[in-house]
């Protein structure tokens, strides 16, 4: 059997038990059967044993095995890999949809996605680069420039938001990382000049109270209460605007979330698109911005604020 398709069976294991929480390997079976991998034949014990160690090699997942009754349950034993890491998660979902995808090639014309704009071809370059700890020489054309410019910077990460790849890397002329937009890259060239990436550097640590990509920006992190109307209010219980989203009250008007992060621009268009469905409550400041905001669409309308 070729490699690929082996790879193909671990992503799927590791995928279904981790969905379906705990599964007998009889119901694994079950399910093993209805895929094209299987060729209409069960997956042996021997087969499955040896995948468990090879997912648990590859993934750091170690699926463990329960006595219930009569009956034997397998699991992932250390959940918090997935919960905790979420690279190892992102890549066990982007591979198991994909697996899902080549399953049902013929379907393609009943299954829409999103593109990804132009950029993750310099992926491979960057990739290379923060392992060697070697500057790239960088030229970037900003939106409303219509010269690029070019600069030597350190990659230090990479991020994807809202369908598009971005770069974090440090330069020479600011003392914080800038986030370059990979779609925005006119060309990049790998150096042999390395630099010392900080050992104190947390990523996460760095994103954590920013709503996108928008760093660095001037805007404190803050308090910030918005009021959500129906139907908005279960969009955002369901799907959070921001991992610090708490709910503070809800009635059968509204409800009030409270968040912490940096109020900027890409935040403030996060919630003007939203409509009439949401408010924000506190800070006064991020209030007036988007009264400003509000004030300024309606006169590209030819509305006028009529007051009281």
């Not at 593109?115 to 054309?141: C, D, E, S, V, W």
């Not at 994103?207 to 129906?230: M, Q, S």
């Amino acid at each position: 059997m070729k490699t690929a398709e082996i790879f193909k069976q671990y992503i799927w294991l590791a995928d279904i038990i981790h969905r379906m929480k705990r599964l007998t390997l009889n119901e694994i079976n079950e399910r093993w059967m209805q895929t094209d991998m299987s060729g209409g034949l069960p997956m042996s014990r021997t087969t499955f044993n040896r995948h468990r160690l090879a997912i648990e090699e590859m993934f750091d997942l170690c699926i463990g095995c329960k006595e219930s009754g009569r009956k034997s349950y397998y699991y992932i034993e250390n959940i918090d890999v997935l919960e905790n890491d979420n690279l190892k998660h992102w890549m066990l979902d982007a591979l198991s949809i994909g697996n899902l995808l080549m399953d049902n090639i013929s379907l393609k014309d009943r299954i829409v996605l999103e593109k990804i704009p132009a950029g993750k071809h310099f992926l491979n370059p960057i990739i290379g680069a923060m392992k060697q700890n070697r500057k790239l020489l960088l030229t970037y054309r900003k939106f409303g420039q219509e010269e690029p410019y070019t600069i030597t910077v350190e990659p230090y990460a990479i991020k994807v938001f809202k369908q598009r790849w971005y770069l974090l890397a440090k330069n020479y002329k600011r003392p914080e990382p800038t986030i370059y937009a990979l779609d925005r890259v006119v060309d990049l060239q790998e150096t042999t000049e390395k630099f010392d990436y900080p050992d104190d550097f947390d990523t996460e640590l760095f994103f954590k109270d920013y709503f996108g990509v928008l760093c660095n920006t001037g805007e404190k992190a803050e308090r910030i209460v918005i009021r959500a109307y129906p139907p908005l209010t279960n969009y955002l219980t369901t799907l959070p605007l921001h991992h610090s989203q708490k709910e503070l009250a809800r009635t059968s008007a509204y409800t009030d979330f409270e968040y912490f992060l940096h109020p900027t621009f890409d935040f403030r268009q996060e919630l003007l698109a939203q409509g009439k469905d949401v408010e924000v409550i506190k800070p006064a400041s991020l209030r007036k911005q988007m009264q400003e905001m509000m004030i300024e669409m309606m006169g590209r309308y030819g509305l006028k604020l009529v007051s009281e």
